[in-house]
C-alpha cells in the first residue's frame, strides 16, 4: 500500500513539473520546438547559404512584406534579417499555409501571445530581428504576420522550395 502511493505521487509530480516548462515565459506564449515543421528546421548561423533581407510595413491601407516571395533550393540555410519599418507590432512565421491558418486561429483568442520557436519573431516598430532557417524539403511554404487582422490586410509572404 505504502509502495503504491509513493508510486502515484511520484508520477502526479512527473506529469505536472512539466507544466511550467511548456508555458512560456509569458502567460500567452507557447513553443512548438519538439513538434516537426513543415518548413524545414532552425539552421546553423556558421553554415549560411545566403541572407535574405525582408522588411515589415504598413503602406496605402495595407500591411505588407518586402520582398512578398522568396525562391530557395532545398538544402540551403537561409538567414532572414526581418526589420519592421512600419508603426505596429508584426510577425514573420515560416510555415505550411495550413499551419499557418491554424496558428492565426489560436492567435484570435490570444492576440498578445508571444512565439518561442524558432520559425517565428514578433518585431516591435523600427526594430530587427533575424531567424536562420535551412529548408530541409521541397514544396511551397509561407511567411505570415498572425496577428489578428494582419494577414487579412495582406501580410502574408511565399517561400518556393525547389
Known amino acids: 500500500m505504502t509502495r ?19 508555458a512560456g515565459s509569458e502567460p500567452a506564449g507557447h513553443s512548438h520546438e ?6 524545414g528546421e532552425s539552421g546553423d548561423p556558421k553554415d549560411l547559404s545566403r541572407i535574405i533581407q525582408v522588411s515589415m ?11 512578398a516571395q522568396v525562391e530557395i533550393r532545398k538544402g540551403e540555410t537561409i538567414k ?3 526589420f519592421n519599418n512600419g ?3 508584426h510577425e514573420f512565421v515560416l510555415a505550411s499555409t495550413e499551419e499557418n ?28 530581428s533575424e531567424i536562420v532557417w ?3 524539403k521541397p514544396g511551397q511554404f509561407e511567411f505570415a504576420c498572425l496577428i489578428p487582422g494582419h494577414r487579412d490586410a495582406g501580410m502574408i509572404g511565399t ?3 525547389k
Open 87 to 89: 508603426e505596429l507590432d
Open 4 to 22: 503504491l502511493t509513493i508510486v502515484a505521487a511520484f508520477a502526479v509530480l512527473s506529469a505536472t513539473s512539466a507544466l511550467p516548462a511548456t
Open 34 to 39: 519538439m513538434e516537426g515543421l513543415s518548413a
Open 80 to 82: 532572414f534579417v526581418i
Open 159 to 161: 517561400v518556393d522550395v
Open 57 to 67: 510595413e504598413e503602406r496605402d491601407g495595407k500591411m505588407l512584406y518586402v520582398p
Open 101 to 128: 491558418l491554424e496558428h492565426a486561429e489560436m492567435m484570435m483568442k490570444n492576440p498578445e501571445m508571444r512565439h518561442a520557436d524558432p520559425n517565428a519573431r514578433r518585431v516591435a516598430p523600427k526594430q530587427t
Open 134 to 136: 535551412k529548408f530541409t
